[in-house]
């Protein structure tokens, strides 16, 4: 078997969690910045309990935001593991035994 196949099956098959942030340009004609409805003061920040984000308002209007918790990172969660989620705080567990952990790495 190629190479290349392997690595096509081993992404399908393996369970991954990735985060992201984003960078909106600077408005100067805003006062403050807005980050899901919710008004963010200029050199203020915002965190999102719900969305597991948090966001910052720069001087100039722009705005910067990044997951924390369990949208924090990139990461895979190993075969037979399972991610417990509790709010944004989360913990990688044995799928048939909550109670013992497993080890991920994070990527990025």
């Known amino acids: 078997m190629s190479p290349l196949l392997i ?12 985060s992201s942030c984003m960078y ?3 408005d100067p004609g805003a006062d403050g910045c807005v980050y899901n409805g ?3 003061a ?8 719900d969305r597991c984000f948090s966001c910052s308002c720069g001087t100039d209007n722009s705005m910067q935001c990044c997951g924390f918790g369990h949208q924090a990172g990139v990461f895979e969660i190993p075969d037979g593991c399972y991610m417990l989620k509790n709010g944004c705080n989360f913990k990688i567990v044995n799928a048939q035994d909550h ?6 790495t994070v990527i990025g």
Request: glycine fraction near 6%.
């Open 7 to 18: 690595l096509v099956f081993v992404g399908i098959l393996s369970v991954r969690v990735e």
């Open 24 to 26: 909106a340009l600077p």
């Open 38 to 40: 919710h008004h963010i």
């Open 42 to 49: 200029t050199g203020d920040s915002y965190r999102d309990m």
């Open 99 to 104: 109670s013992k952990s497993c080890v991920t």
